[in-house]
């Protein structure tokens, strides 16, 4: 099965820094990596996703980038604001028929003012 | 409406209750998931229905039963959970099984005495 794995674990930045996640996935035949935003106590909210076919997407602040030869995607927050702290979770699809999320083990990003 | 509802939000029962716990959507979704999340944990799968047939059961121990009324509803019926079954538990729905874009619940956040 696949497996995903997240870094860093934990990650500080000042307000207006960038913030890199990276994950990297086992399974070649993943085609669909979305990023989670999940704050304490709440949901996990898509706020971006990336196809096999693609290489980069942005979204205002946010961007993710798919490398599909070294298999590794990355998660990049320019100008973080306070609100952007929160627990971000990659995810890798997998299966065949029934699409499967397999997620990250998350990291805790904290922006300070 | 483009909200997965889930009730109770809190939840707190001993290890001899019966439970259940609820999810809605109104999106016109085929496929609703089950997630278990453990604190400082990521999401993980328990059950996949798909034009409400119970699709994937990821050896998931029988006191937890889910059942599917209707393509709107999605219940979890709980009976003789143990302490580590405590935990944060999410429904998701997506358009059809094989799309991978899952809208969460806020989900129930669940304490076994």
């Known amino acids: 099965g696949e497996n995903v794995e997240q870094h860093p674990s934990t990650l500080s930045v000042q307000e207006g820094d960038s913030a890199v996640i990276k994950c990297t996935y086992s399974d070649s035949a993943s085609n669909y990596f979305p990023w989670y935003k999940q704050e304490l106590g709440k949901r996990p909210q898509l706020i971006i996703d990336?196809?096999?076919?693609?290489g980069e997407k942005k979204d205002q602040r946010i961007a993710v980038t798919l490398n599909k030869t070294a298999k590794h995607f990355s998660l990049h927050i320019t100008e973080t604001q306070p609100e952007d702290s929160a627990v971000y979770f990659c995810a890798a699809s997998y299966g065949t028929g029934f699409q499967k999320l397999v997620f990250g083990t998350g990291t805790r990003l904290l922006v300070s003012p | 409406d483009t909200e997965v509802t889930q009730t109770p939000k809190h939840l707190v029962m001993g290890m001899t209750n019966k439970k259940s716990l609820k999810c809605e959507q109104h999106?016109?979704?085929?496929?609703m998931y089950w997630y278990k999340q453990k604190a400082k944990k990521p999401p993980e799968l328990m059950f996949v229905y798909s034009y409400e047939k119970l699709s994937i059961n990821e050896s998931v121990p029988s006191r937890f039963s889910p059942e599917c009324p209707n393509s709107s509803l999605l219940n979890l019926h709980l009976h003789a959970l143990q302490p580590e079954d405590s935990a944060l538990y999410l429904c998701a729905s997506s358009q059809d099984p094989a799309d991978e874009k899952l809208f969460f619940g806020s989900g129930t956040q669940l304490s076994v005495l």
């Open positions: 999106m016109g979704h085929r496929a």
């Open positions: 990336i196809r096999s076919n693609v």
